[in-house]
């Protein structure tokens, strides 16, 4: 497949490095802001555990780790994607930069699933879920530009190539599905759906490695 060369950086180049650390940055930056949204509680609220937990401090910090886990694993499924390209072009860059984008949004989403304020809304964990499963689309979307344009370090085939997709698409998957749980259920059985991902992603993962193993690459 023909490598398109419009904006071309490859990968032993110092632009495609600073491509590299910029997308870091983001996701850094991005972690550094979650902790914008934990309120500092009053200094009489210090006296004991209970007038602390008063506060909401707690759900705060719950979704400040929450956050923090997903931005680091979109973070490191992000630096995987980078090591499959052997450069980044125009098409490339702007499909990371939409995914980088949404991750900058994780902050702002997470005030309202951790707020006690606003946690009880069902709208709150609506955007959170969406803003999730956006990014996760659009990480893949990076790969699957790349691919098209002939930019894998190492092309894989079409079953490896399908397995691949499969394994990236439960994250989406349960986050999409945890809006209509929100909206007609409640706020809090959305969120609980989000643990499906505990057995979903490993299952997965292993039934596609199962499939792998049993049948011939094309």
């Known amino acids: 497949m023909r490598i398109h060369s419009e904006g ?52 705060q910090l719950g979704g400040f780790a929450l956050s923090f886990i997903v931005i680091a694993v979109f973070w490191r499924i992000n630096v995987k ?38 946690a009880e809304f069902a709208l709150p964990t609506v955007f959170y879920a969406a803003n999730i499963a956006v990014v996760s689309l659009l990480q893949l979307g990076v790969f699957e530009v790349a691919r098209a344009r002939g930019l894998e370090i190492e092309p894989l085939t079409k079953k490896e190539h399908r397995r691949f997709v499969l394994d990236a698409l439960p994250t989406s998957v349960v ?21 499906a991902l505990i057995v979903i992603g490993p299952l997965t993962a292993r039934l596609l490695q199962r499939g792998a193993v049993s049948q011939p690459e094309d």
Do not use: C
């Open 8 to 59: 071309l950086l490859r990968r032993d180049s110092a632009e495609f490095d600073r491509g590299v650390s910029f997308y870091d940055a983001v996701y850094g930056f991005a972690v550094t802001l979650l902790i914008a949204n934990v309120d500092a509680p009053p200094a009489e609220a210090w006296q004991d555990l209970s007038s602390l937990l008063a506060t909401g401090v707690l759900h």
């Open 81 to 118: 994607l980078v090591q499959r390209i052997s450069a980044m072009d125009a098409a490339t860059t702007a499909a990371n930069l939409a995914a980088a984008a949404f991750v900058i949004l994780i902050p702002f989403t997470t005030q309202g699933i951790s707020d006690p304020g606003s």
């Open 175 to 195: 986050f999409l599905a945890s809006i209509p749980v929100a909206l007609l259920w409640s706020p809090e059985a959305g969120k609980l759906t989000w643990l």
